[in-house]
């Protein structure tokens, strides 16, 4: 799991400046996002090998997404996110 991870955290080193590239817009430094991000990724794939690949991929890069796109808070319904389409 730790190559996947430096894999990922690659993969976004890579992306994450073209999506924004003003520093002084991030609430939280560069590297700690990315370490975040690859940590939760990879925690959810761990989690879905351990019980079994129940969902599909399909489902699982659902959830990711959406953890992603609205963060733990949203995706728990703590916090307010965009109305379905």
């Known amino acids: 799991m730790l190559r996947l991870k430096q ?7 890579g992306k994450l ?10 609430t939280v430094p560069r590297d700690y996002l990315i370490a975040y ?3 939760a990724n990879v925690g959810i794939l ?16 659902r959830m990711m997404t959406k953890l992603v796109n609205f963060g733990p808070l949203g995706s728990a ?8 389409p």
């Open 7 to 13: 894999m990922m955290s690659g993969v976004m080193y």
């Open 46 to 61: 761990q989690h879905w090998l351990q019980t079994g690949m129940q969902e599909s991929t399909k489902e699982l890069t």
């Open 77 to 84: 319904g703590i916090r307010k996110t965009p109305a379905k």
């Open 17 to 26: 400046p073209q999506m924004q590239q003003d520093e002084n817009l991030m």
């Open 37 to 39: 991000m690859s940590s």
